[in-house]
């Protein structure tokens, strides 16, 4: 299975900016606040700082939820433990099945678990595998 979880360029690169701008504007806001002897310019800039780190921060959390649902959705799908077949597999099942589990921030590893037989986990991996690579096809193809 390929990885799917990780983070786009793009968005590190708009972080990156997003920091670098924030630490101009301290270093900016610094030496004004020294001429002015007023420290409020050197204030904007630790609150544009601040808030460029919580959004960082809010976006990492949500990247880590999302990645614990999906692996969650697979497991449970391997092991029978979720009813989800081919057709249901999608976004919007993985995240049926992780709020239906309680939302865990992280997966339990001594979680009780069904003794399953390694043919029917290797045939249900296939479909979940077929599934994915059928919905990835479904999301490339132009709809018309």
């Not at 865990?104 to 979680?111: A, G, L, S, T, Y």
């Amino acid at each position: 299975m390929k990885r799917l979880h990780l983070i786009p360029t793009s968005l590190v690169s708009l972080w990156l900016g997003m920091l670098a701008i924030a630490a101009y504007t301290i270093v900016v806001g610094w030496f004004a606040s020294l001429d002015l002897g007023e420290p409020t310019f050197l204030r904007m800039g630790l609150v544009m700082l601040g808030a460029t780190l919580g959004l960082i921060v809010d976006d990492l959390c949500r990247f880590q939820r999302w990645k614990v649902a999906c692996r969650l959705h697979y497991e449970d799908v391997i092991e029978g433990v979720c009813p989800d077949l081919d057709n249901d597999i999608s976004d919007a099942a993985v995240w049926r099945w992780y709020v239906k589990q309680g939302k865990p921030w992280r997966i339990d590893p001594k979680r009780a678990r069904p003794h399953v037989r390694f043919s029917d986990k290797w045939d249900r991996m296939e479909n979940y595998n077929r599934a994915l690579a059928r919905l990835r096809e479904r999301q490339r193809s132009p709809r018309k």
